[in-house]
């Protein structure tokens, strides 16, 4: 047997991993599934490969995912004192208990399953006026004119936004997402979308409607936010919920136009969609890893004891992939998979609060598109599609098609 070359220390970050990931997976897995990745500008992070290593980790109390606690381990390793700007400082994903425990309680109560259900008429007017834009074209790139702008425009209506503000939630999406945010125009669309939201917030404390921000800000005493938490939230939603869930939308549009038995099967049984989502979801793990965890102490995954203050990276395409729980086929698309226990949206207290929605977005955009474009087919060879290279989310750059 030919002995395979040794993979790079900085494996998960080289662009051939970028555009095809899971066969380097499949090899980190059987041999080291809990590894060290190695960073450009010094320092190294684990890597946990396997799903039930993942599934444990993700449940640990030992991996921190306090914003504070990884910001005390980046200024200890670059000599520097950083603190973590509010914005990002008092949301759940960014918070551990007690804290965590309050902000978990308001948000699961506000952001319900049902509330989610009550945009759906919503949801798919944005979808048909997105759609109706391209109907004169001979083709269009879906990730441009339909992923991308199609979350963004239902967060910012269910958070009580109006219409005369999407323009600009379309702007700041689309510059957090294309700038380091390091750079100084970064910190510029934080202001200037911090000002708008605490504006928003102010006026839904004086006029509350039928939307997220009004239900948190007026929710009863033992489960209200504060402005701050409240903002917080707001940004986690245009950030992590937009980039999440038109990462899914652009994937599953990918995958079914390269799977057409299962697109006819889904088309024509329409009350199916939804029940599908979870296997499209895992099949096309729009999280590439999720968020960054830091030990607390000396913890043992998987045989390999991870010191204290190390960062640990959990590789949700990876655990996806996994074959153990999927031991059928878990590189191909099979709608028929029992409901598969997937890790794209999390695990334990963190899991996300806004997966019901995404997948909602995600159901509507796709059967949207294909009931009205069923000739669509990709403009390109797939192998040609680029992936955009990023530590959490798995974004296509475009997904150019004709009909």
Known sequence: ?????????????????????YPVLERVREEQPV??????????????????????????????????????????????TLTPPPEHANHLANLEPPRHTPLRKAISSAFTPRRAD?????????????????????????????????????????MGVPATAWPDFLRWSTEL?????????????????????????????????????????????DRRLTNTEILSTSFALMTGGNDTTASLIGGVLRTLLTHPEERAELLAAPGRWMAEMDELVRYVSPISNTLQRVTLEPVEIGGV?????????????????????????????????????????GHGIHYCSGAHLAKLMTEVAARRFFERFPDARPAVDPSALRYVQSMVVRPLESLPVVW
């Open 177 to 221: 997402r294309a700038t380091d945010p390091t750079d100084p125009a970064a910190d510029r669309t934080v202001k200037e979308l911090s000002a708008y939201m605490a504006a928003l917030i102010a006026e839904k404390e004086r006029e509350p409607g039928d939307d997220l921000i009004s239900a948190l800000i007026h929710a009863d005493p």
């Open 1 to 21: 047997m030919t002995q395979q070359p040794k993979l790079s220390k900085y494996w998960m970050l080289t662009d051939d991993f970028t555009q095809n990931p």
């Open 305 to 345: 004891t991870i010191p204290a203050d190390e960062i640990v990276i959990i590789s949700a395409m990876s655990t996806n992939r996994d074959r153990c729980p999927f031991s059928e086929r878990p590189d191909e698309l099979d709608l028929k998979r029992p409901k598969p226990a997937h890790l794209s949206f």
């Open 118 to 158: 009550a945009l759906r008429p919503s949801i798919e007017a944005v979808a048909d006026e997105l759609l109706d834009k391209l109907a004169g074209k001979a083709g269009a790139d879906l990730i441009a004119e339909y992923a991308d702008p199609l979350p963004v425009i239902v967060i910012a209506t269910l």
């Open 35 to 80: 590894s060290k990745l190695h960073m450009p500008g010094g320092g190294h992070a684990w890597v946990v490969t396997r799903h039930e290593d993942a599934k444990a980790a993700l449940s640990d109390p030992r991996l921190s995912r306090d914003i504070h606690t990884h910001y005390k381990l980046i200024s200890k390793l670059t000599g520097t």
